[in-house]
């Protein structure tokens, strides 16, 4: 993977994860860099399932896909800030 490549990544799973972030209601305890990774993971998973379906090429913007991977993004950072808040 190229540099252009890592940081199209880090700047997509921080657009992801902050959308993701603003779909959980309350406070989260958890930190922007956490808020990456678990966007980053979420648009790598959510591209995935949305190639699976068959819905990640089309013609306009993939709206589908994006809302898959806002959802896998919101579960990902309401799972992370129950473990952490359980600390």
């Known amino acids: 993977m190229e540099i252009s490549g890592i940081i199209s990544a880090i700047i997509i799973g921080l657009i992801i994860g902050v959308l993701g972030r603003l779909v959980v209601p309350g406070r989260q305890h958890i930190g922007v860099l956490w808020t990456i990774v ?5 648009a790598l998973l959510g591209s995935a399932i949305a190639a699976g ?3 990640a090429d089309t013609k306009g913007p993939d709206w589908i896909e ?4 806002i959802v896998l993004a919101a ?13």
């Open 66 to 69: 994006w809302f898959i991977q």
């Open 53 to 55: 379906f068959g819905v």
């Open 75 to 87: 579960i990902g950072i309401a799972a992370l800030d129950r473990t952490k808040g359980r600390r």
């Open 38 to 42: 678990v966007g980053i993971v979420a």
